[in-house]
């Protein structure tokens, strides 16, 4: 099988600058949703990937696809997905958690210990596609269903 292959802007290495490279398409797992990336705004975030800051060299790990704020659609369900349906409008959480640490379970998921953000420490959303979970127990609203009548989504900053 040939593996799928898109247009993602990605820091390659640890330093200064950024590439548009050819990358696999992501695969969604069980819980998880790949979403067709219609439109993606820049966040300061962006700008210190961009720069190679200290925290960008502390935080990301590359070679990374960066960005976190986007408006698309379902493309693909993986397994074990219910309540969501291809085609529809989404966005996504930038800070995904985990679920299950003593935050989470008590529904201070602003401070789980296992966040990972899109973008910055899992690949993010300057692609033709981007995965991230479901929403699901524990994790918040990782994805959120838009509505139809915004024809270019509401200016999201989901969280960071
Ligand atoms: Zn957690
Ligand atoms: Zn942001």
């Known amino acids: 099988m040939t593996q799928r292959m898109m247009d993602a802007i ?5 330093g200064v600058g950024l590439e548009l490279r050819r990358v696999p398409v992501p695969v969604p797992g069980p819980g998880e949703v790949l979403i067709k990336v219609h439109k993606t705004a ?15 060299a502390e935080h990301v790990k590359p070679p990374m696809v ?3 704020e986007y408006v698309g659609e379902i493309a693909e369900l993986g397994a074990g997905v219910t309540g969501l349906q291809v085609g529809m409008r989404v966005s996504g959480e930038g800070h995904i958690t985990c679920g299950h640490c003593r935050n989470c379970h008590t529904g201070n998921i602003q401070w789980c210990k296992n966040t990972t953000s899109v973008g910055v420490d899992r ?30 989504g509401p200016h999201v900053q989901p969280g960071g």
């Open 123 to 152: 690949n993010g959303a300057f692609a033709e596609y981007v995965c991230i979970p479901a929403s699901g127990r524990g994790r918040g609203l990782l994805l959120r269903r838009l509505r139809q009548r915004h024809p270019h």
């Open 10 to 14: 990605v820091k390659p290495i640890a």
């Open 66 to 68: 960066i960005g976190h």
């Open 42 to 56: 820049i966040c300061g975030t962006d700008v210190h990937i961009y720069d190679w800051t200290p925290w960008s």
